[in-house]
C-alpha cells in the first residue's frame, strides 16, 4: 500500500541529504551497509503523491502476460493494460470505462520481439529485460499538458527533492512532412514553470512524437532529463520521465486527424529514478539490485562486483554479475504471471533468458547446480511487497528454474566443448560453421540459444557465420510451411532394390521400440532416454550402399535398433542428434527418420567421417517429440469428443501432426455449428481437466476383435512385428477409417501383438467386451507415441474449419500454451464486439465519432477473420458484427445526410442561382462533401458546385459535381485534377462527380484557380 505522500517525501529528503555525489563508472565493492534510500519508498512516494495529492486511482500492475493481444510477447509500457482506452473500444458498461485519473507501478519485461533489450543486458550499466514502470494517465482530457507538467515538476523537485538546475526538458519540434507544427504549447508550460530556455531541448518526431502503432492514438510528447554531470562540463543528460499527449489518431491512409477525446500517458522508469536519488552511475548499484549481486558472490564465490563494463572487465564476470541479477528477476515475475519456459511464443523467449542465466552462472562465476533457484528468494525479498503475486508462488518459480537448469546443463557442458573442439580447427581467419551453431541452437538439437552461441564466439573473438545462419532459417521456416499441407517429401529412401539386399543378407528389421522408453518425473516433466545402437549400413543421397561416408555428406544411415519415430500415422518424425560413442564432442544432426519397409532409415548430415560398424548414442529433440505427443494424444481425444458430440458413426478421414498444431479429417453431414465446436471443445477440456491416466498396451490381436467402440486406423495396417511399429506399405496415403465394427479376427495385416491406446481406462478393462468401457472413452489401435496423462496437454482449441469436398470437414486445432492464447485472444475480441455493440445502442449525433465506430467495426471484422482464436466463437462473433456493421453503416449515412441537408441550405441561401458555386464549408469528411455537393446540384440542376474543405494539419478536402448541361466539355474528373494539383494533392472521379484531397495555406487561391477553369470551359 502507497504511505502518506507528506511522510515519503519528509524521509526521501533527508535521506537524498545524505546520497553521496555522483561518481565516476561505477566500480565500487558491494558492502553489507543498506543504501540510504530504498526503493519501496520511492514507489510508495509516487503512488501516495497521485492518490493524496491529485487524486488518482490507483490500479495494480497487470500482469506481464498480455491478455489477448497477440501483437505482445509480454506487456512492455504502463500503457498496455489501457488500450481499449485509448482505441475507444473500451466496454461503456465495465470499471476501465469509468477511469479518469490512474496511477500505478506496472510491471513490464522488454524481450523479444519489436521492443527487446535482451542482447544488450550486462554490457552496460542501465539495460534490463525485467523494469517497473511509474506512470500516471488522464483519459478524454479530464486534464492535459498543464496539469501533467506542473504534477511531474512538483514530484521531481518537492517529493523527491531533485534539485531544479540538474533537469532539462525536451519538446516535439514539429513535423513538416507531416504538418505538424511545433508543440509550443509544452515549451510556454514548462518557462511558466521555471525551467530556462537554456535547459529546454526541441526535438523532431522520432525523439519526441510517441504512436502506439502503425495505425491509432498518437501525440507529441515532452520528456525530462537529469544531467549527470551536475553542470561540470557538459551535460550529461538521461532521460527520467515521458509525458505523452495523445491527441492525434493515426489513420490507415497514414494521415492525422484529431482524437475526439484527449489523454495523457506518463511513464517512468523506477530503476532509473532510483539510480538518480541513490546517487548512483548504475541502476545496478540500487537497492532493486545489490542484494542479488550479494547473493551471486556468497553463493558462487567469484571476484565481488565491481560494476567494468567493456575491456575494463575482464573474464567478463561482472558482465555475468548484471545478466544472472537481471534474468532471474524476468524469470520470477514471469513465472508467477503464469508464463513458463516453453517452446513458442513468450514461453520460448523465457526459455532463452533462462538458458542464458544458466550459461552466465555457471561458466563465467562458477555457481553449483542448483544455483539460480537459490536467488527466488531474493528476488521475492525485494520485489515481493510490491508484487504478493511473487510470495504466493516462490517455490513453484524456484522449483521451475531449478529443473529447467538442470536439464540444460549437459546441453551446455557438451556445447561449450564442441564450440571449443571446432575452433581448434578453425583457421585464423575463418569464421565459425553455421551448421555447428545451428545443431547448438534452440532451432537444432542442443538448445543453445543463438544469441548466446554467437555471444560465446564473441568472447572468444570469432565471428560467426551470419549469413550461412540466415540461409538455415530460411531452410527451417520453408520446411515449417511445408509442413502447413503435408505431402510427401521426396527425402533419402530405399528402393526395392536395397531393401532385397538386406533381406538377401539377413538384416533384421530395425527393433524402433525405444521409441517408448519415456517417462514421468515427480516434478510432472518428462524423462526421455537415450538409445545406443550400431551402425549396419551408409548410404549415399542417390541411394548407393556404402561403408563410410565423410566430412560434410548427407547421407542416410540404417542401425539395429532406435529411439526415432519415424513418420508414420500422421505423426510427423523426430529429429535430434547422434554422437559416436568415444567421441562426444561431435554432433551429427538427425533432421527426420523414416521406414521403409520395415527398416528406419535416419537422414544425418555428417560433419565427420562416420563408417559402418560404429556404436552411435541417439538423443531425441525431447522437446520436439513431447510436443508431438500432446498433438497425438490430442487426436485420439477430438476424435472420441466428435463422436460424443455428433454420433457414434461419426468417422475419421485422416489426420496430420507436428509439434505446432494438428489437423483432422472428419466426415460430416453438413458443417459443424458453432456449438457443435464449442461441445468438441469442451469434451476434450473435460478429459484434460480431469487429468486421466494413458493406457497404453501391446495385446494379442486377436483380444481386439469384437470390442464395440474401439477405433482403428488404416496406417497401422503395415505394421513391423518388431516393437509394435507401424509402417507405410504399398498404398502410401490410405486414408484413415475409423471402425465402429469388430475388427475381422482375419485381418492379418496388423502386428501381433498391436498397441493399444485407452484413454482413463486400462486396457484389459477396455478390451472386456462384456464392460463397453470403449464406448465412454478413447480407445484406438495406435503405434504413436502419447502423453502418460492428459493434463499435461493443458486445452485444445479448434482454430480453423473447411470443407474439404461434400461431407468431408477439415479441422484445425492447436494446444497448450498456444491454446490458451487463442482463448485469450477470443475473449478479448468478444469484449471488443460486446464494447462496439453498446456503444452503437448509445447511439451518436456526430458524424465523426459514428464514422470511427463504423471503422471500428470494420477494424474488428478484419480482426476477428483473421485471429488465431476459437473457431466456435469466431463464427459467432462474424454474424454479430455483420449486423453490426451494417446498423452503423446506416447510422453514418442518416447523420451525414442530415449534416449534408443543413449545409447545402446554408450554401443556397449565400449564392443566388446560378451556373456555378465555387466556395468553402467545413465537412468532416469527404463523404459528408460528396453529398452536400450532390444535393446542391439536386436542388440547383443547372449549376456546376465545387466545394473545398479545410481540415485539422492542413488538409483540404475537395469534390465537385458539373451540371449535365455542360458535359462532355466541362468534366468533374478534370476540374477537381486541376484544383488539387494546384495544392499538391490527387483526384479522382468521372465525367459528373469527382473528389479529391490535397494541402494548402492558401485557399483563395485554390478557389480562384477553381472558378477560373470552370469559367473557361463553361
Known sequence: MAVSVAAAAGRLRRAIRRSPQWRGPSRRALSSEAPPIQAAAVRDAFLSFFRDRHGHRLVPSASVRPRGDPSLLFVNAGMNQFKPIFLGTVDPRSEMA??????????????????????????????????????????????????????????????????????????????????????????????????????????GPQENFWEMGDTGPCGPCTEIHYDLAGGVGAPQLVELWNLVFMQHNREADGSLQPLPQRHVDTGM?????????QGRRSTYDTDLFSPLLNAI???????????????????????????????????????????????????????????????????????????????????VETLGGAYPELQRNSAQIASLVSEDEAAFLASLQRGRRIIERTLRRLGPSDVFPAEVAWSL??????????????????????????????RLAQEEAQHRARQAEPVQEQGLRLDVHALG??????????????????????????EFGTCEAQVLQLYTEDGTAVASVGEGQRCGLLLDKTNFYAEQGGQASDRGYLVRVGLQDVLFPVARAQ????????????????????????????????????KHTAVHLLNWALRQTLGPGTEQRGSHLNPEWLRFDVATQAPLTPEQLRAVEGTVQKAVGQDEAVYVEEVALARTARVPGLRSLDEVHWGSPRGGGCLPGPPPSPPLRPLNRPVPSHCQVYPDPVRVVSVGVPVAQALNPASQAALQTSVELCCGTHLLRTGALGDLVIIGERQLAKGT???????????????????????EVEAAAARLSQGSRDVVEAQRLSKDMGRLTDAVDTAVMPQWQRRELQATLKALRRRANTAVRKLEMGQAAQKTQELLQRHSEGPL???????????????????????????????????????????????????????????ALAVCSHMGGKAWGSRVVAQGTGSTADLDAALSTARAYALNKL
Open 98 to 203: 469509468g477511469f479518469q485519473r490512474v496511477a500505478n507501478s506496472q510491471k513490464c519485461v522488454r524481450a523479444g520481439g519489436r521492443h527487446s533489450d535482451l542482447e544488450d543486458v550486462g554490457r552496460d550499466l542501465s539495460h534490463h529485460t525485467f523494469f517497473e514502470m511509474l506512470g500516471n494517465w488522464a483519459f478524454r482530457g479530464v486534464y492535459f499538458k498543464e496539469e501533467a507538467c506542473s504534477m511531474a515538476w512538483e514530484l521531481l523537485t518537492q517529493v523527491y527533492g531533485i534539485p531544479e538546475d540538474r533537469l532539462w526538458v525536451s519538446y516535439f519540434g514539429g513535423d513538416s512532412k507531416a504538418g505538424l507544427g511545433p508543440d509550443l504549447e509544452s515549451r510556454d508550460i514548462w518557462l511558466n514553470l521555471g525551467v530556462p530556455a537554456s535547459r529546454m531541448l526541441s526535438f
Open 269 to 277: 522508469g523506477l530503476e532509473r529514478l532510483l539510480a538518480v536519488l
Open 297 to 379: 558472490h556468497q553463493g558462487c564465490g567469484a571476484p565481488p562486483y565491481s560494476g567494468r563494463v567493456g575491456a575494463a572487465d575482464e573474464g567478463h564476470t561482472d558482465t555475468a554479475y548484471r545478466v544472472v541479477a537481471d534474468h532471474i528477476r524476468t524469470l520470477s515475475i514471469c513465472i508467477a504471471d503464469g508464463v513458463a519456459p516453453g517452446m513458442s511464443g513468450a514461453p520460448l523467449v523465457l526459455r532463452r533468458i533462462l538458458r542464458r542465466a544458466v550459461r552466465f552462472s555457471t561458466e563465467l562465476l562458477r555457481a553449483p547446480p542448483g544455483f539460480l533457484g537459490s536467488l527466488v528468494p531474493v528476488v
Open 441 to 470: 541452437s534452440l532451432s537444432g538439437n542442443l538448445g543453445l540459444p543463438l544469441d548466446l552461441v554467437e555471444l560465446m564466439l564473441e568472447e572468444k573473438g570469432v565471428q560467426l557465420d551470419s549469413a550461412g545462419l540466415e
Open 501 to 526: 539386399e538386406l533381406q538377401r543378407q539377413g538384416v533384421p528389421p530395425t527393433d524402433d521400440s525405444p521409441k517408448y522408453n519415456y517417462s514421468l518425473r515427480p516434478s510432472g516433466g518428462y
Open 595 to 630: 521406414v521403409c519397409g520395415g527398416f528406419i532409415l535416419h537422414e544425418v548430415a555428417a560433419p565427420e567421417c562416420l563408417k559402418v560398424g560404429d556404436q552411435v548414442q541417439l538423443h531425441v529433440d525431447e522437446a520436439w517429440r513431447l510436443s508431438c505427443m500432446e
Open 809 to 831: 470437414t477439415r479441422l484445425l486445432a492447436i494446444t497448450g500454451e498456444q491454446a490458451q492464447q487463442a482463448r485469450e485472444v477470443g475473449q478479448s475480441l468478444a469484449q
Open 917 to 975: 458555386i465555387v466556395d468553402t464549408v467545413y465537412a468532416e469528411s469527404l463523404s459528408v462533401l460528396v453529398k452536400v455537393v450532390r444535393q446542391l446540384c439536386k436542388q440547383a440542376p443547372s449549376t456546376s458546385v465545387l466545394l473545398l474543405s479545410p481540415q485539422p494539419l492542413g488538409q483540404v478536402l475537395c469534390a465537385c459535381q458539373v451540371a449535365q448541361s455542360a458535359t462532355p466539355a466541362f468534366t468533374a474528373e478534370a476540374w
